[in-house]
């Protein structure tokens, strides 16, 4: 295998290209994506809101090795690339694999407050992706992108160049692939243009690796253990029987999706036989990571879970997945304000990360996508969150005076709108936490309040979202446990594990959920939720 290097060269500039996926695909992907939903943002454009470059990478008599109208492979690579692979893999052969070291890209070479200047001089290679191409008469203009940062490298070619002709003949358009070598000089700069949707895509990606990245930080840093819950279970964690199955009864493979339903083992009363199914009884896809992080609270005592998570739920809403990630902090010796103060300290301690670390892309939402979205967040990371009674709660929407949709009693569940006007209108945009749920409308676990009615619940609700996290205190009484579980109907033989901790060195305990894409949505401002996820899976969606 070849080693990868901090592209410093000093030999003969070259150019390649070859198809790759992003960021060309994405605006694939945007395009497919859109197309079965109804969603369709303005096409915007970016072109006032780049400034000027400070710097550009001219190109010293460039050689073209390859262009993406060669690929012909299978597998979308250019001949001519997997030649090249191949070459350096058989000169590695028998050798070592190198040192890996960390690529210079874009953002590299324009950090700092010189915007890159002082790098005036040095020999670079850049590799990225075309965003344009504009040919003149002795000189051509290639703006290339390679994810790293918001704005391009200005690269710019004579046209002496061997292979020039490609240039002239459109071969490199929008989403090209290209290696480039060069010098980098000042430059006067100019202004460019580029399609936004493609771009915006490529900023949520982003700003959703810097969120995970500051959620790992902060628990790491408050001493919290990361565990790794299944994703097959036999429980139904929130017992709102929204599960997928996960079963081998059923066509396994492409090939057997068209087999007679006769082939489904069977009992003799006529039912599915699950003692022949994979693991011998029946099991779904996750829809929490709680109950398995329960159990290692008892032995670690502060531990988190951050995994994908799947509701088979047939709402087709701006907030909501089929398939979504959720961060799960689980505290032993806890109760419900120990709680909201880790759920407040979390959330504001990652949005003061982006805010502190994805500048450019904040910006960029700021401009494009919600106006005032920093002020918004620098509001949510500064103040202390609103907190009032589910009874306040309804009382307040009660005294509204505004016409909801879904009419609001003592013991209805919110719907998004009342939760929205509590946290958009009522207070004016601050996140509210709402507390004391009652208990019917509540999952088994969260603990009993003395009065009988309602449960030591919180969500927190964030503007255009509503709720962004859900946690409580849970019960860790057992005879209560056991009883609202026989109340509830659940069997209590498959949660045996889960009331042993509750026989066993029971300790106070409380936690909470965060929606990972609902973060995402809040942070950036999107509205959709299927625009903050690589690959949305919604009802009647699971494409790519
Ligand atoms: O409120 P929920 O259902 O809580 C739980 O699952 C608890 N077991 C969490 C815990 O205490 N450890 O879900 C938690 C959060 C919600 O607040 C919401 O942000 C998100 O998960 N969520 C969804 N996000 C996208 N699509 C969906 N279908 C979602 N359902 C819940
Ligand atoms: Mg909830």
Redesign the pocket.
């Known amino acids: 295998m070849a080693s990868f290097t901090s592209t410093i060269c000093t030999g003969a500039t070259s150019f390649s290209s070859r198809l790759c996926i992003p960021p060309a695909a994405l605006l694939h992907f945007w395009r497919r994506r859109h197309t079965f939903s109804s969603y369709r943002p303005a096409p915007l454009k970016l072109s006032h809101f780049l400034g000027a470059s400070k710097i550009s990478l001219p190109t010293v008599k460039p050689k073209f090795i390859g262009w993406r109208s060669v690929c012909t492979r299978a597998d979308g690579r250019s001949d001519q690339i997997c030649e090249a692979e191949q070459v350096q893999r058989s000169h590695a052969a028998g050798g070592t694999v190198g040192k890996f070291q960390k690529r210079l890209r874009i953002a590299d070479i324009k950090a700092g407050p010189a915007q890159g200047l002082e790098r005036v001089g040095q020999c670079l290679s850049v590799r990225g992706w075309v965003r344009t191409c504009r040919v003149q008469r002795s000189i051509t203009f290639i703006e290339v992108n390679d994810g790293s940062c918001l704005s391009n490298l200005q690269c710019v070619t004579a046209s002496d160049v061997e292979g020039f002709d490609k240039v002239h003949s459109g071969l490199i358009t929008t989403g090209t692939s290209v290696l480039i070598d060069g010098v980098l000089v000042a430059s006067e700069g100019s202004k460019q243009k580029i399609e936004l949707k493609a771009t915006k895509l490529v900023l949520v990606a982003r700003v959703r690796n810097a969120l995970a990245y500051a959620t790992h930080k902060y628990f790491q840093d408050m001493g919290f253990v990361w565990v790794a819950s299944p994703i097959i279970t036999g429980s139904d ?2 017992g709102a029987g929204q599960q997928f199955c996960v079963t081998t009864l059923l066509p396994f493979s492409q090939e057997d999706v068209g087999s007679p339903v006769s082939k489904i083992p069977s009992t003799k009363d006529g039912s599915i036989d699950w003692s022949k199914d994979f693991f011998g009884k029946p099991t779904f896809l996750t ?2 990571g ?1 109950l398995n992080g329960e159990t290692y609270a008892s032995a670690l005592c502060d531990v988190y879970t951050f995994g994908p998570t799947f ?1 088979a ?1 047939n ?1 087709n809403t701006s ?3 089929a398939e ?1 990630w ?1 961060i ?1 902090p689980e505290l032993a010796f806890a109760n419900l304000n120990d709680d909201m103060a880790c759920a407040t300290a979390y959330l504001q301690y990652v949005l003061r990360y982006i805010l502190d670390n994805c500048k450019e892309d904040m910006e960029f939402f700021n401009t494009w996508i919600e106006k005032g979205i920093i002020a918004r967040l620098n509001n949510v990371v500064e103040k202390e969150f609103v907190q009032l009674t589910y009874t306040d709660a309804v009382e307040l929407l009660l005294k509204a005076k505004k016409q909801f949709q879904f009419p609001v009693k003592w013991g209805c569940d919110l719907q998004s709108e009342h939760e929205r006007y509590i946290t958009e209108e009522a207070f004016l945009g601050s996140p509210v936490i709402i507390t004391d749920y009652p208990k019917d409308i509540k999952a088994f676990y969260m603990r009993q309040n003395a009065d009988g009615k309602t449960v030591a619940a919180m969500d927190v609700l964030v503007p255009k979202v509503g ?6 205190q849970r019960e860790e009484r057992l005879e209560l446990l056991e009883s609202r579980m026989e109340e509830l109907g659940l069997d209590k033989e498959t949660y045996w594990w889960y009331l042993d901790l509750r026989r066993y060195g029971s300790v106070p305990h409380a ?5 990972f ?2 973060l995402v949505q809040f942070a950036t401002g999107m509205d959709n ?1 299927r625009d903050v996820i690589p690959f949305p899976r919604t009802p009647g969606s699971a494409e790519f």
């Open positions: 964690c929130e829809v929490s709680q509701r739920e709402s907030r909501h997945l979504f959720m799960e709720e962004l996290i859900g946690g409580s936690g909470f959920g965060l929606g894409e609902r939720i």
